[in-house]
């Protein structure tokens, strides 16, 4: 059964770093296209980062653009997201999710088959 779960979620003040990680179980997520996508209160869910699966090219949001990076370790079957520069616009739930059709970047919330259960990040002094 394929699944996905987050961790390193919390509390960080502006300025302050974070690392997402996005662990995979059942499958293997280095064969797939991987996003990271956040949803805030109110706020429909936007994607954040993508790294594909054919070439492991990625994609940004303009929002985190030189801020966010995501990558993959694929002998721990992982994705990560490392968060600089954090702004309290950046505060929502972020979610991991999987895309097993895709072969490049894909940014549609709709077209990902499997997602991990969110992780709450939280900026504020």
């Known amino acids: 059964q394929a699944q996905l779960a987050e961790s390193g979620g919390g509390l960080v003040q502006p300025g302050g770093s974070l690392r997402l990680s996005c662990a995979g179980s059942g499958f293997t997520l280095e064969y797939n296209t991987i996003g990271w996508f956040r949803q805030a209160p109110g706020k429909e869910r936007e994607v954040v980062a993508c790294?594909?699966?054919?070439?492991?090219?990625?994609y940004y949001a303009d929002s985190v653009k030189g801020r966010f990076t995501i990558s993959r370790d694929n002998a721990k079957n992982t994705v990560y997201l490392q968060m600089n520069s954090l702004k309290p616009e950046d505060a929502a739930v972020y979610y991991c999710?999987?895309?097993?059709?895709?072969?490049?970047?894909?940014?549609?919330?709709?077209?990902?088959?499997?997602w991990g259960q969110g992780t709450q990040i939280t900026v504020s002094s």
């Open positions: 790294i594909s699966s054919s070439d492991s090219s990625t």
């Open positions: 999710a999987a895309d097993i059709e895709a072969m490049g970047i894909s940014k549609i919330s709709s077209g990902y088959n499997y």
